[in-house]
């Protein structure tokens, strides 16, 4: 059964870090872009950051988020620094099958994704 678990969420402080981790199992990572994704409260769902053979973020995350893979882990990692009170929300990580990651620019897209973590609470607050 193909699944993806999300782990590292928390509460932190204003200013604080927290890294998120996302586990495959039933799949193995290596041909899939992976997203992470945030809902908070009373908001829609948007993309923060993905990776395939590149990454791209969110403009509102540049700078202070880093996403990264452990192929042999077969997990991947969002390092989130500098946190805001405006970054809490509930994060998802998702995985998109490819036929091929040659150059592939993953994009911030739900509708791209295809199997979705059941989310991990982010809280950043004083």
């Known amino acids: 059964q193909l699944q993806l678990v999300e782990s590292g969420g928390g509460l932190v402080q204003p200013g604080g870090s927290l890294r998120l981790s996302c586990a495959a199992s039933g799949f193995t990572l290596d041909n899939y872009a992976i997203g992470w994704f945030r809902q908070a409260p009373g908001k829609e769902r948007e993309g923060v950051s993905c990776i395939s053979s590149s990454t791209n973020y969110v403009d509102s995350v540049k700078g202070r988020f880093t996403i990264s893979r452990d192929n042999a882990k077969n997990t991947v990692y969002l390092q989130m620094n500098s946190l805001k009170p405006e970054d809490t929300a509930v994060y998802y990580c998702?995985?998109?099958?490819?036929?091929?990651?040659?150059?592939?620019?993953?994009?911030?897209?739900?509708?791209?994704?295809?199997?979705w973590g059941q989310g991990t609470q982010v809280t950043v607050s004083s």
């Open positions: 998702a995985a998109e099958f490819l036929i091929t990651t040659v150059q592939h620019m993953c994009k911030l897209k739900e509708y791209e994704y295809d199997y």
